[in-house]
Every structure is written in C-alpha cells, then in structure tokens.
C-alpha cells in the first residue's frame, strides 16, 4: 500500500478499503460482488466516495489474490463499481 492514492488518502476511506479487502479475502467472485454493492450502497448513504484513482486502487488490490477467470468477471464489472464509488473527494 505504498501507492500515493492511498498513502496520501483520508483515514476514514483508508478503512473502508482495509475492511473490504479483509471481508472479501478469499471470497469468490459473487461473494466479493456483493460485498462491494454493499459498501458502495453505505458509501452513499453515509455521502463518502472515493476518487477514480482511489477506487481503481481498491479494485486492483482485491483482484491480487484473484484467479483469471475471476479477475475477468471484476475486470467486466469494474467500471460499473468504479463509477459507483468514485465522486467527490
């Protein structure tokens, strides 16, 4: 976690990331997708966001561990989730 993106990023959104990423580890592709919606569903609610290069991070990261069938699926998907928690800073 070395990337500025997140070196750089507020502790608030640095906790979502490491809760997701803990919560999906080891998860397959369906379990990780709604793990996702979910936490962009409490994004929104609680008016948090990420920036394109924050969630493009976030989506990277969880795709490390990842088959290459399974990071196809979240590669389709990753605009869609990219877009839905990306927004304002």
């Known amino acids: 976690m ?3 993106a997140y070196t750089d990023m507020n502790p608030a ?5 490491e809760e997701l990423i803990s919560k999906t ?3 397959g ?3 990780t997708a ?3 919606m979910t936490t962009m569903t ?3 609610n609680n008016n948090v966001s990420f920036t394109k ?3 493009d991070l976030l989506i990277n990261v969880m795709m490390r561990d990842m088959n290459d069938s399974e990071k196809a699926k979240l590669n389709l998907m990753k605009s869609m989730i990219a877009s ?6």
Not at 13 to 17: A, N, Q, V
Not at 84 to 89: D, E, L, P, S, T
């Open 2 to 4: 070395d990337h500025p």
């Open 13 to 17: 959104k640095k906790l979502i990331i």
């Open 25 to 27: 580890a080891g998860k």
């Open 29 to 31: 592709i369906n379990e």
């Open 34 to 36: 709604n793990l996702i």
């Open 42 to 44: 409490l994004m929104r």
């Open 53 to 55: 290069e924050e969630a």
């Open 84 to 89: 839905g928690m990306a927004g304002k800073k």
